[in-house]
């Protein structure tokens, strides 16, 4: 059941659609790019501001998930994506 979790499509979001933080977070990619809820999160957590850290807290829980099991956070960007995890209890 784990390796499922770990494997299945988070839903996608187009840059040009997010909102101006969110969109500064994803600092390399143009507004045609496509990108995957869990790497919208890990963005967002590692380098956003509060409003991205804000809207990542917000997206579906299998987004959260994987994005918890990505290598690269910084250690303060990690403990808060746990503490968006442990409040949203995931």
């Not at 994803?26 to 957590?45: D, I, K, M, R």
Request: with cysteine.
């Amino acid at each position: 059941m784990y390796k499922l979790l770990a494997t299945l499509r988070t839903p996608r979001f187009t840059v040009a659609g997010l909102p101006p933080s969110v969109r500064d977070a994803l600092y390399n990619l143009t507004g045609a790019s496509e990108v995957p809820a869990h790497q919208l999160a890990f963005y967002c957590f590692n380098y956003g501001d509060l409003a991205a850290t804000s809207f990542a807290a917000g997206l579906p829980w299998l987004a959260l998930y994987q994005a918890a099991r990505l290598p690269g956070y910084r250690p303060r960007s990690r403990s808060l994506l746990e503490a968006v995890m442990r409040a949203r209890g995931i």
